[in-house]
């Protein structure tokens, strides 16, 4: 298949990895953070890591917005769904997801709450026509990538006059993520000498929106595709800059992303949406200007204001590690929960949820302990 089965090619794959081989300095580590689930998940499926050398690691980053949210938004939407009796629509990824008190929203939806499971934003909306009687709530979720179709529902809900559809917000940004843990230079912070960045998500911010990591940070990023070839020839790309001491923005994935990225889809997301002041991330904390929430001129479709909840502060799972499995200080299989009570059958943190959690591409692709 084109753009596919290419980028998949093993012979491909083994001189790109002889190239790394060859240009590495023996005398050196190199590591490099990939900031997606998707590159994980690449790294593991295709035994990317298997084929480096000795002297280069891949770090795995925050990137899987299932992973990154904080119970205390399920413990919400949870909360949306039974206290008012709504409709909560959302994607299977979220359904397991660990909320407090062992909750989770599928538990909530065995225990009697209406909450679905839905393919897309348009799903949640035909659901809302179809009961214009009774009100549906998006619980929305994820990066930049996943933006602009909330921003569609939501300017579809107004065009309709749809009044029994709102929108739980919870998109999240990765530039102030990725700013926040090159920010840390905390003991335990991790050492990063590279970025693998955001793919998807940069076809619609466009790879301009990492300028300031060379340019703040003084480290090489380079925007790079999910596919196993693109993971390594973006590899290579940042092992040459680090032997020449360059620190650039690079873009690998130039199918697909311009510096620029998707401006028509970046005003919709300006038109229906605001940023938050602060935003709690799953192990990096609050950040400010982190989140998008619904504009105030589309509050009548916001679900925070129309069924406002309160819930009591959530604790993290005792043992589970998500936090700094999400900031690149731990690997999986660090955590003494990892393989014995904690499985994709069973999982304990969001990060063995996720089908982008770095917790179940250890768990599907044999990284066991
Ligand atoms: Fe959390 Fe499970 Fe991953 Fe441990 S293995 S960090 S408990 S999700």
């Known amino acids: ?53 000795e002297n280069l690691r891949f770090v795995h980053g925050p990137g899987c917005p299932v992973c990154v949210l904080p119970m205390a938004r399920i413990d919400q939407a949870i909360a949306i769904a039974s206290q008012h009796r709504v409709t909560l629509c959302t994607y299977g990824d979220l359904m397991r997801v660990p909320a407090s008190e062992r909750q989770s929203l599928l538990k909530a939806k065995a225990e009697g709450a209406d909450i679905r499971m839905v393919y897309s934003t348009q799903d949640a909306l035909a659901i809302a026509r ?33 009044s029994n559809f709102s929108v739980f917000c919870n998109h999240v940004l990765t530039p102030p993520a990725l700013r926040a843990i090159l920010n840390d230079s905390g003991q335990d912070a991790a050492r990063i000498d590279g970025i693998l960045g955001p793919s998807h998500v940069s076809t619609i ?18 925007i790079a595709g999910f596919e196993p070839l ?17 620190r650039d923005l690079e873009n690998q994935y130039s199918r697909a992303v311009s510096p620029a990225g998707n401006t028509k889809a970046q005003a919709l997301m300006r038109e229906t949406l ?19 929430r619904v504009a105030d001129t589309y509050a ?53 949820v996720s089908s982008e959690g770095a917790c179940a591409a250890y768990w599907s692709y044999g990284r066991s302990r």
């Open 230 to 246: 693109d993971v390594m020839q973006s590899a290579l790309m940042l092992v040459r800059q680090i032997n020449q001491g360059r």
């Open 1 to 53: 298949m084109k753009f596919i089965d290419e980028y998949r090619d093993s012979a491909l794959a083994r001189n790109i990895a002889s190239a790394i081989r060859t240009e590495v300095h023996p005398d050196r580590d190199y590591r490099l953070m990939e900031f997606c689930g998707g590159h994980t998940h690449a790294i593991f499926r295709y035994g990317v890591q298997d084929l480096m050398p």
């Open 130 to 162: 179809a009961a214009p009687d009774h009100q549906v709530v998006f619980f929305a979720i994820g990066f930049e990538t996943t933006t602009p179709p909330t921003a569609v529902a939501l300017k579809t809900a107004r065009a309709e006059g749809l």
């Open 274 to 292: 605001a940023p938050r002041e602060t935003f709690e991330w799953r192990g990096l904390g609050w950040l400010p200007d982190s989140a998008l």
């Open 300 to 352: 009548d479709w916001d679900a925070e204001q129309r069924f406002p909840v309160e819930v009591t502060p959530s604790r993290e799972i005792k043992g589970c590690e998500c936090p700094k499995v999400l900031r690149g200080l731990l690997e999986p299989t660090d955590c003494k929960l990892f393989g014995t009570v904690c499985s994709p059958e069973n999982p304990m943190g969001a990060c063995m």
């Open 205 to 222: 911010i466009g790879s301009a929106a990492y300028a300031f990591v060379a340019r703040e940070h003084g480290l090489p990023l380079v």
